[in-house]
């Protein structure tokens, strides 16, 4: 296939220019008009003939990955309105040549085109302005072709379906986020603490608590859109400020699920430095070494590293007290896993055997791979600033653009699956809900738990005590 699409290539550019091909040690470059190919493989092009290569005619289709690859990160050099109207003009003028024929092949391929846009990158849609440019193309492409305009208005239904599904998503977290802002009990009173419920007493086993976390990564994940790696640090738009799609952050999705990560490092510091009592604190310190233990064997190294954040704050480290009676041996080998040196080459092992564990999975819990996802984020993010995207001839550099297809089309194979463990909504709710402690409430928290050891520590929980409690009587 991979040959024949070359040979279609080779054959339609040579129509239009000449061709002219290098030979050099590590393989054979040729340039075909405005685009380059090296071994068969596009490297780089002018944007103007990459947007051409997208448009089907009647005997070219591009591939499949060509077209994620180039919607995904066409949006670094315009936006996907921009980029749509482009396409739109370039079909209109195909069919104004009046040819029947082209009519009746050429329809499928643009709905095609269109159906793989609309369900890659659903949320590009939520621009008015793209989904007039839809409705435009319904009348335009679907002309005269019952099976083409029965075909898009099933795709714009499908489109609709989703965002709406994608709004109801972001309400739910709002509103889940506002109740986890409501503040604890006071910290006047250690006592008085010990009365909230702790996790123990809403689940004291370790891999159904895991089982849960699962569930709530794999939700979040699966509302996170593939452009939001990209737009992260794409152009920033001028239009932003207008009515419509651009009041609405483009990468509220990712961003919210790293704020999931820090409530969950937070919810676990919160959970043990909240007990009065010693032994209290060190079975819950254990319990959560033994979540973290079955979040590594299920993938969900996401839940692994928060919590191993959560047990490495400040305020929990310092309780060596509470410590000293934990038998550590399983939480220095988790920590061994997700140690960052050499660019956390043992999470990187990990991850790949997960990954090909997933490959060849034979149930639905073997295919679960939940990414350390600020790590993901970094990844790209150094790729995006390691590499420049125009070569100094003007053209875009598309064995980068291939890079970054490659990191985000492995995100999409884990965001699909769907978790196999039964939902326990109750746990689900303590989870995402639970009021956690700010950064200062839980240090205040820790002295009270086990006090000052010095100097320092005294001068700070005295002036925590006044800054917490002028906030509390102001509020």
């Not at 849609?125 to 029965?150: I, N, P």
């Not at 709004?167 to 977290?173: D, I, K, M």
């Not at 699962?214 to 699966?222: A, F, N």
């Not at 995402?432 to 409430?441: K, L």
Request: net charge neutral; with cysteine; glycine share 4%.
């Amino acid at each position: 296939n991979n040959k024949r699409t070359m040979i279609n290539l080779v054959f339609y550019f040579m129509i239009k220019t000449t061709c002219h091909v290098r030979l050099y040690g590590h393989g054979i470059t040729a340039s075909y008009g405005e685009m380059c190919y090296h071994d068969n493989s596009l490297v780089s092009a002018s944007l103007e003939a990459l947007i051409q290569h997208l448009v089907p005619t009647v005997d070219y289709y591009p591939d499949r990955s060509y077209v994620f690859t180039f919607l995904l990160s066409s949006r670094l050099f315009l936006h996907p309105y921009e980029l749509m109207t482009r396409v739109c003009h370039l079909c209109v003028e195909q069919q104004r040549s009046g040819d029947a024929l082209l009519d009746k092949v050429v329809a499928p391929k643009l709905v095609q085109l269109l159906t793989e846009w609309t369900e890659t990158f659903p949320y590009d849609f939520r621009d008015e302005r793209m989904m007039r440019c839809l409705k435009d193309m319904t009348h335009h492409v679907a002309r005269g072709d019952e099976y083409s305009w029965r075909a898009m208005q099933q795709m714009t239904q499908r489109l609709i379906k989703r965002l709406s599904a994608l709004g109801q998503y972001e309400e739910a977290v709002a509103a889940l986020n506002a109740v986890a802002m409501e503040r604890p009990a006071s910290l006047k009173s250690k006592q008085g603490s010990a009365q909230r419920n702790d996790v123990l007493s809403v689940c004291d086993d370790p891999f159904v608590l895991a089982q849960q976390l699962t569930h709530i990564e794999l939700d979040r994940l699966s509302f996170i859109g593939p452009e939001e790696f990209i737009q992260t640090f794409a152009m920033k738009d001028p239009l932003e400020n207008h009515k419509g799609f651009f009041r609405k952050r483009k990468t509220s999705n990712l961003e919210a699920y790293v704020n999931w990560f820090n409530r969950l490092s937070y919810l676990v510091a919160t959970e043990i430095c909240m007990p009065v009592k010693k032994k209290h604190r060190a079975r819950i310190i254990e319990f959560f070494i033994d979540v973290a233990q079955e979040c590594f064997n299920i993938g969900n190294f996401n839940s692994l590293m928060a919590i191993i954040t959560g047990m490495n704050m400040s305020p929990v480290a310092r309780l060596k007290k509470t410590w000293n009676k934990v038998n550590t041996d399983k939480f220095e080998i988790l920590e061994h896993q997700m140690d960052p040196s050499s660019n956390f080459s043992n999470y990187r092992t990990a991850l790949r055997g997960a990954t090909q564990r997933s490959e060849t999975a034979h149930s639905s819990q073997e295919k679960i791979v939940i990414p350390f996802f600020s790590l993901l984020i970094k990844d790209i993010y150094f790729l995006n600033e390691g590499c420049a995207s125009r070569l100094p001839n003007g053209h875009i550099n598309f064995e980068k653009l291939w890079e970054l297809a490659k990191q985000v089309s492995e995100f999409l194979v884990w965001r699909q699956v769907i978790c196999p463990f039964d939902r326990d909504r109750r746990i689900l709710q303590y989870l995402v809900t639970t009021p956690v402690f700010s950064e200062d409430e839980l240090h205040l928290a820790s002295y009270e738990s086990e006090g000052p050891e010095n100097n320092m520590e005294k001068d700070s929980r005295r002036s925590l005590r006044s800054s917490l409690l002028h906030r509390e009587n102001r509020s």
